[in-house]
C-alpha cells in the first residue's frame, strides 16, 4: 500500500507506557500516512500508569523515534498535553526535537475555517476538581480494556475481524455516562462563542466523532487503546474521521468526508 498524505492529521490519547496502547496498529498507521502537519493532542505518554508501574516495550520506544523521524523529515509536529501527561504543560512554548508544545492552538484550515485544538480535559469538571475520581474511572476503565485485549486475541483466533470494544459497548449502555460525554461535548462548544471560532479539535474521551453542535463543528480524535483512530484534513480542507486497522491484517475503515463549511 502507497503512502496517503494529508495537510494535517490528529491523533490523541496513544498512552504510551501503558499496556492498553496499540502500539502495532499505531505504527502502522504512522507508516502508511504523511501531512504537512501532525498534532498530538494529548495522553501521549501516560505518566499515571508508568508511576505505578514501569512498562516501556520496544514498540513503544518505535513510536517516539518515528514522530522524531518524521520532524526531522520536515513534518510540523505539535504536541498538545492532556491529562494523563500534564507535566509538560510547564513546558508551553518550548521546543523539543523539532516538536512544539502548546497548551492549545489554532489551526486554520485550507478553506480558512479556524479550530481551536486542545486535549479537552480542560472542560471535565471530574478531571479538573475531582481527579480522584477520574483516576478510580480510569482504573475501571483499564480493566475494561484489559478484558476486551483478551478477547480481540480470541477474536483473531476465531478469524472474527470487528471494531467491538467491550469498553465502549459499557459506555453507552451507561446511561450517567451518556449523560456525561453529551455535557462534556456541549461544555467546549459553548466557550467557542466567545472565540469567534468555527469548531473544536480535541480528545480526552475516547470516542471519536465529527458532528455539529449548536452552529459548530466537534471533532474528537478518538484514541489507540480502544478505537484506533484518527482526523485527518484533506488538501482541500475537508476533515475525515478515519479507523485504522493494521493493513496487513484488513484494509482501511474510513468514514465519508466531512465538510468544514459551518456557518458561511
Known sequence: MDNISYRTIWISDLHLGSTQCQADVLLDF??????EKLYLVGDIIDFWALSKKMYWPRDHNTVIQKVLRKARHG????YVPGNHDDNVRD???????????KNMDVHTTSQGKQ?????????????QYHQWIAKLGSAGYDFLLWTNRI??????????QSHFSLA??????VKNI???????????????????????????????EI?????????????????????VEHFNGELELVHWLKQEESVLIAQKPLETNVHD
Open 115 to 127: 479550530f481551536l485544538v486542545v486535549h479537552g480535559d480542560e472542560y471535565d469538571t471530574i478531571a
Open 91 to 101: 513546558y508551553n512554548n518550548y521546543v523539543f526535537g523539532d516538536i512544539v508544545v
Open 211 to 231: 458532528k455539529q453542535l449548536e452552529g459548530f463543528l466537534y471533532v474528537n480524535t478518538g484514541d489507540f487503546v480502544e478505537s484506533c483512530t484518527a482526523i
Open 168 to 173: 465502549a459497548f459499557v459506555k453507552f449502555k
Open 75 to 78: 513534518t510540523q509536529i505539535i
Open 30 to 35: 504512522l507508516k502508511h500516512n504523511d501531512s
Open 178 to 208: 451518556v449523560q456525561f460525554i453529551s455535557e462534556y461535548e456541549s461544555s467546549i462548544v459553548s466557550t467557542l462563542r466567545d472565540k469567534g471560532l468555527d469548531g473544536v479539535i480535541c480528545g480526552h474521551i475516547h470516542h471519536a
Open 151 to 160: 478477547l480481540r486475541v480470541i477474536r483473531r483466533w476465531l478469524g472474527i
